[in-house]
């Protein structure tokens, strides 16, 4: 088999050398955002613990994650519709697409925010549920900040402005933790909400003025009829649908366990938000610094994109999602109630270890899903793909209420990676064709290898580290065993990827 990380050409090693730097940049913003989320997710956690208020609000937050990420997905669906030449949109045209799609956001979190409220968690008590009504508002008005400024994001990209889309979200996400903790005293269980909306009016007004900067909308035209307008919202909606369908489930899942234990769905959601930043820091990241150019390849070489692209994105997302996501279990969980035991006791903490293990399979379909799909729109599968949104999520549904009744609460996070898992294979076998079973057992032996790597190592850090001592140090102690056997590691299952980003990071040093 011919190993894709080898076989360059000069000219492919600039073009990789700058889509490594893009892709550097837009995964430290991304994490960037995780760090200030992760920090603000603690604080939170220490203040208000896990009860049904903070449920209350997390539901809420649930459909600000869910946009969020869908606002994301934009720059990588609309990216192909702006590259030159057989651009299929102008930047204004995009621009007032987006306004059209904010505008059921805002009505549906502000005039109809109770009776969305009753739709999202109707396991809630009524008094807590009071707290998701309160919510959705400000988290629309970040919402749509956010997906206003994914559009000038997506014109950035095109224009290869990558450090200037990075900047943006890390400065948001930096001013919106200094207002989190402005606020934390007087704004109770809403303070997140309105750090949230800090940081998208941040992260819009950087993304405008740079957008400005570089160009901006392009020559004023006539304003177009409402028919013309809503065909330009319909053609990125109808790229994107199933993006959203994708993140939707989440929402699926958050409100069955709405209806257990009150904190079960707080400890939920902390746990996906860790498992989305890998996801968005590492396969999304690639996905989007590498879009504009894939387009334009797909153009000429479409057969070679699958081989350059997929394994080789995979195999470095994997490699640090692994260990991730075990040092949340086996650390990060027992760590938090270590540190905050009025906040969350022994069962939240258990609760948090057993869902971070249930979101293992999501996490990984999710790698290989964020990979593929920006692959499928440059090479132009987006009506296909898109016609899957409902099969998935009806198939979500089903497999919830099923698992939920079977199972209880844990039943309804396992089904959470089923309808994603199908989703991959699926992509996987329309991306590769004849070559799917290939590129599925590569994919498979990847996954299997680091993540075999990292449940050994962490798994002996869980054996050896209670044997020297307890509570917080023992955590730590946990996190430090584990990181160091994971590392030793490495060079045995990956010696390839980890001279590769050794050589990197010498590289971007000086």
């Given at each position: 088999m011919v190993d894709v990380d080898s076989e360059t050409t000069d000219v492919d090693c600039g073009q990789r050398r700058v889509e490594a730097r893009a892709g550097m940049a837009l995964s430290l913003a991304t994490f960037t955002m995780a760090l200030a989320s992760a920090l603000q997710a603690v604080l939170y956690l220490s203040s208000f613990g896990a009860n049904g208020r903070t449920d209350g609000f997390f539901v809420a937050f649930a459909l600000y994650t869910t946009f969020g990420v869908f606002s994301q997905s934009l720059r990588l669906t609309a990216a192909p519709l702006l590259v030159e030449p057989a651009a299929r949109l102008q930047p204004r045209e995009l621009m007032r697409a987006l306004l059209i799609v904010a505008l059921p956001v805002i009505i549906a979190t502000g005039p109809l925010a109770g009776p969305l409220a009753g739709l999202l968690a109707p396991g809630l008590d009524p008094s807590d549920r009071a707290i998701t009504q309160d919510a959705l508002p400000i988290l629309g008005a970040a919402v749509t900040l956010q997906l206003l400024a994914a559009g000038g994001a997506t014109?950035?990209?095109?224009?290869?402005?990558?450090?200037?889309?990075?900047?943006?979200?890390?400065?948001?996400?930096?001013?919106?933790?200094?207002?989190?903790?402005?606020?934390?005293?007087?704004?109770?269980?809403?303070?997140?909400?309105?750090?949230?909306?800090?940081?998208?009016?941040?992260?819009?007004?950087?993304?405008?003025?740079?957008?400005?900067?570089?160009?901006?909308?392009?020559?004023?035209?006539?304003?177009?009829?409402?028919?013309?307008?809503?065909?330009?919202?319909?053609?990125?909606?109808?790229?994107?649908?199933?993006?959203?369908?994708?993140?939707?489930?989440?929402?699926?899942?958050?409100?069955?366990?709405?209806?257990?234990?009150?904190?079960?769905?707080?400890?939920?959601?902390?746990?996906?938000?860790?498992?989305?930043?890998?996801?968005?820091?590492?396969?999304?990241?690639?996905?989007?610094?590498?879009?504009p150019e894939m387009t334009r390849q797909a153009r000429s070489e479409q057969t070679a994109l699958v081989r350059a692209s997929v394994p080789v994105g995979f195999r470095y997302a994997i490699m640090f999602a692994a260990p991730a996501l075990a040092a949340l279990i086996v650390a990060g969980a027992p760590l938090i109630g270590a540190l905050f035991p009025d906040s969350l006791d022994a069962d939240a903490v258990q609760t948090l270890r057993t869902f971070g293990a249930l979101l293992a399979p999501w996490t990984i379909a999710a790698l290989i899903i964020n990979l593929l799909l920006p692959l499928m729109f440059a090479i132009g599968r987006a009506r296909l793909v898109n016609l899957m949104a409902v099969p998935l999520a009806a198939l979500h549904i089903a497999a919830t209420a099923?698992?939920?009744?079977?199972?209880?609460?844990?039943?309804?996070?396992?089904?959470?990676?089923?309808?994603?898992?199908?989703?991959?294979?699926?992509?996987?076998?329309?991306?590769?064709?004849?070559?799917?079973?290939?590129?599925?057992?590569?994919?498979?032996?990847?996954?299997?290898?680091?993540?075999?790597?990292?449940?050994?190592?962490?798994?002996?850090?869980?054996?050896?580290?209670?044997?020297?001592?307890?509570?917080?140090?023992?955590?730590?102690?946990?996190?430090?065993?584990?990181?160091?056997?994971?590392?030793?590691?490495?060079?045995?299952?990956?010696?390839?990827?980890?001279?590769?980003?050794?050589?990197?990071?010498?590289?971007?040093?000086?």
């Open positions: 014109l950035l990209a095109v224009r290869s402005r990558f450090m200037s889309v990075a900047v943006a979200y890390a400065a948001g996400a930096i001013g919106g933790f200094f207002v989190y903790l402005a606020l934390v005293g007087s704004a109770q269980e809403l303070t997140l909400g309105w750090s949230m909306l800090s940081m998208a009016v941040i992260t819009f007004s950087i993304m405008a003025v740079s957008t400005i900067r570089s160009g901006g909308l392009g020559a004023r035209c006539r304003i177009p009829g409402l028919r013309a307008a809503g065909v330009d919202a319909s053609l990125l909606l109808g790229r994107t649908v199933v993006y959203l369908a994708f993140n939707l489930l989440f929402i699926v899942t958050l409100a069955w366990a709405s209806g257990s234990a009150a904190g079960d769905a707080t400890v939920l959601s902390y746990g996906y938000l860790f498992a989305s930043y890998l996801v968005a820091g590492t396969a999304m990241a690639l996905g989007m610094s590498r879009i099923l698992a939920t009744a079977q199972w209880g609460v844990e039943g309804t996070v396992a089904a959470f990676g089923l309808a994603p898992a199908l989703f991959a294979i699926f992509l996987v076998a329309v991306a590769a064709g004849p070559r799917a079973p290939g590129l599925g057992r590569e994919l498979a032996w990847d996954a299997a290898r680091f993540c075999t790597a990292a449940a050994v190592a962490f798994g002996t850090a869980a054996i050896v580290a209670p044997a020297l001592s307890h509570g917080f140090v023992e955590a730590v102690f946990a996190g430090i065993i584990g990181t160091a056997m994971y590392a030793l590691l490495l060079p045995i299952v990956a010696s390839r990827q980890v001279t590769v980003v050794m050589r990197a990071l010498r590289t971007a040093s000086p």
